[in-house]
């Protein structure tokens, strides 16, 4: 295993290095969209990822608060929490960071409900049945579908651990959009801010960012839309600024 261990630079973020596998996923486009559309105020406290994989967006979240805010991260698959592990060793992160290798819907043996100011998720994407066609490699199968958790059971706990007007943040696909915002506003986490997101100029949206507040006012603001590259194939500006400024990134 060790020799398909890699560390790469995190982007531009801080110096930062991530420890990732090329058997399973490297973390992706998705998780540095998710972070940068994370607004924390300063009467934020306490952050947990469910669903951490190997800690990206902890670490670009803990470049953007102050220490006193605690990161957590919660991550059912063994080989993902253990590239996670690596990857806040180092980088001096292990005081910052705290990381439990288990199922989600166990988070509850772990933290009490109403404690947390935000939850952000980049849960898989697709639904999952008898019949799917999955990867032969199960950890990126798991990753990619909801086997271990749903959209539902995101939803659900994440509810519970908010605190009163906390808020939860989601990357998604577009075309379970109706979906999820139903599912939120059955569980009082209503829709504030949503961010359409097309992978090219003259393409229909492929993803969504959208920020939840548990016992929020009905009010919805749509932010511009994020193209993601341009009639080149490079990254925009916008997404160029995510990176740290620099355009010598490799595609994510």
Do not use: W
Request: hydrophobic share 40%; charged share 25%; aromatic share 10%.
């Amino acid at each position: 295993m060790k020799k398909f261990i890699i560390v790469n630079d995190l982007l531009n973020f801080n110096n930062l290095k991530i420890v990732q596998c090329n058997k399973y996923f490297n973390f992706s486009l998705d998780s540095v969209l998710l972070s940068d559309f994370v607004k924390i105020n300063p009467t934020v406290k306490k952050i947990i990822d469910l669903g951490t994989g190997n800690a990206p967006i902890l670490m670009i979240l803990s470049t953007k608060v102050n220490k006193n805010v605690e990161l957590i991260g919660i991550e059912v698959q063994k080989e993902m929490y253990e590239l996670a592990e690596k990857s806040l060793k180092i980088n001096d992160l292990e005081n910052r960071i705290t990381l439990y290798n288990e199922n989600i819907k166990n988070i509850f043996n772990i933290y009490d409900t109403d404690t947390f100011d935000i939850v952000v998720s980049n849960p898989p994407y697709f639904k999952y049945k008898p019949n799917s066609i999955l990867n032969e490699n199960i950890v990126k199968s798991i990753a990619r579908h909801e086997i271990y958790i749903t959209i539902d059971d995101i939803i659900r706990i994440s509810k519970k651990l908010l605190k009163n007007k906390g808020s939860l943040f989601l990357v998604h696909r577009t075309d379970r959009f109706i979906e999820i915002i139903t599912k939120l506003k059955s569980n009082n986490l209503e829709p504030k801010r949503v961010q359409f997101i097309y992978p090219k100029y003259n393409q229909m949206s492929n993803l969504f960012l959208i920020e939840a507040v548990k016992n929020g006012r009905s009010l919805l603001k749509v932010e511009k839309p994020l193209i993601i590259h341009d009639e080149n194939g490079e990254y925009t500006n916008e997404v160029i600024k995510m990176f740290g400024g620099n355009n010598d990134t490799e595609k994510l």
